[in-house]
């Protein structure tokens, strides 16, 4: 009779290397930081990609407004430390979301 570890058992051993990620997330620089913020705010405002056959998205403009003054700030604490194409990343998206928040505040899109 073997006796076999606990390991084994469920099917890896100890000197088997974990098995790697085939989806490996991308590469985080500044742009998808603040990409990644953007579409958070999205996202609190229901503007986010709606899944399939979802009709009742909740909304939490308190959140969205959050973040939008999170990437503001972002903007403030980095000024003149961004490259050209960052900068202006940067102060369209907050454009962006402004806009869409100042609509979703008075009701609309």
Known sequence: MTHRSEESERGFTAQE???KATDAPPAIDFATFVL????SALQHMGEAGI???ETDIETNLPLA???IDTLALLE???RGNLDEEEGELLGSILYELRMRLV?????GS
Request: overall charge positive.
């Open 103 to 107: 609509g979703a505040e008075r009701g």
């Open 17 to 19: 290397p974990p098995a």
């Open 36 to 39: 990644s913020l953007a579409a």
């Open 65 to 67: 407004r959050q973040t």
């Open 51 to 53: 899944p399939s056959g």
């Open 76 to 78: 403030e604490k980095t």
